[in-house]
């Protein structure tokens, strides 16, 4: 190669390089609680902390509102149903340190109905108590091998739970629906990887379910109480990020899903078309970021949220008020 050649060469190399960016001098660490970016555009709330149930370590589940208008929620860790007045008064409703309960629901009997695992890791059972926290029944008892997670119950009188089992790479949870009057357990939907949070539309026609280890929203057509009409199921929603955890449903359709480790709640419409969220004080320092669910108080906007901190950032667990959309159902 000639001089004049080399040259031009070396010019030519020199314009390329000065037209490229400058790369930076590293990359920015953002915080793992930062909103997934496709969800910075929704329209945004912050709750308000309502009270603070404890300083300890522990994750508060199963919120649902007695006939009195009492707040229901769970201690997982402590196997405690915890009832709460509108004065923010506290009381142990019932305690079994066996279990780590984390559901509730109402009957119209005013029965409170319990979903809890077993800590020795038995697998779980659904059981109800009175309004006193006694009188206890089991529904579903530990020796079918179920690993009930959330209820809900049904027009009829029939009980929807999830079976938590299984994860991405065992598909062996589901939704199952008991009969009234027979207790007959029959599969909705299975071979789901930790099957979760559920909710009912209002007219109990569409059947909805989290599968907290796929990260997915399911949408069930029901035929039935127990069938899904030909072509009713469908993925409805993609999460970003993880996880989704348990859900409730307005009288308008909406649903609020808790998103476990984000400290937020995601609000769809009734056509799984995400519409805005709701975010917990604190979650930008890393604190409560574990929430878990939620209840909306029948035939108000009142949206009663359940979050719990992490050992990185011990700050208890607390419950958070915001306002839903449309009003809370019955049971």
């Not at 599969?187 to 109990?204: E, F, I």
Request: charge should be negative; glycine fraction near 10%.
């Amino acid at each position: 190669m000639n001089f004049k050649k080399c040259l031009i060469t070396g010019a030519f190399l020199m314009a390329s390089a000065s037209a490229w960016p400058a790369p930076p001098a590293h990359l920015q660490d953002i915080p793992r609680y930062q909103i997934p970016e496709a969800d910075r555009g929704l329209q945004k709330v912050d709750a308000e902390k309502w009270l603070q149930v404890t300083d300890a370590a522990t994750v508060l589940e199963g919120p649902s509102f007695d006939h009195a208008g009492n707040l229901l929620l769970t201690d997982v860790f402590r196997g405690q149903i915890i009832k709460i007045d509108p004065q923010r008064r506290q009381l142990v409703l019932f305690e079994d340190a066996n279990l780590t309960p984390s559901a509730t629901a109402v009957a119209p009997d005013g029965r409170i109905y319990v979903a809890a695992g077993h800590k020795d890791g038995s697998g779980g059972e659904i059981f109800s108590i009175d309004e006193q926290g006694q009188n206890r029944r089991v529904i579903l008892p530990a020796d079918k091998n179920y690993q009930p997670n959330d209820i809900v119950l049904g027009k009829q009188g029939e009980i929807y739970f999830t079976d938590a089992r299984g994860n991405s790479g065992d598909l062996s949870g589901g939704v199952y629906c008991i009969s009234p009057g027979t207790k007959t357990i029959s599969p909705v939907l299975t071979h789901l990887s930790g099957a979760n949070g559920l909710a009912l539309s209002p007219d109990g026609g569409t059947l909805w379910v989290v599968e907290f280890s796929a990260g997915v929203l399911h949408r069930l057509v029901m035929k039935n109480a127990s069938e899904i009409e030909p072509f009713g199921e469908t993925v409805a929603y993609r999460f970003n990020s993880p996880a989704p955890d348990s859900m409730k449903a307005d009288d308008k359709g909406n649903l609020y899903i808790a998103l476990h480790g984000q400290g937020r709640v995601i609000v769809l419409n009734g056509n799984a078309i995400p519409i805005g969220q709701i975010t917990i004080p604190g979650r930008d320092k890393g604190e409560f970021l574990r929430t878990a669910n939620l209840a909306i108080k029948p035939d108000t906007h009142e949206l009663y949220i359940l979050s719990s901190s992490d050992a990185e950032h011990p700050s208890g667990a607390a419950v958070f008020r915001s306002w839903s959309l449309g009003k809370g159902l019955k049971g």
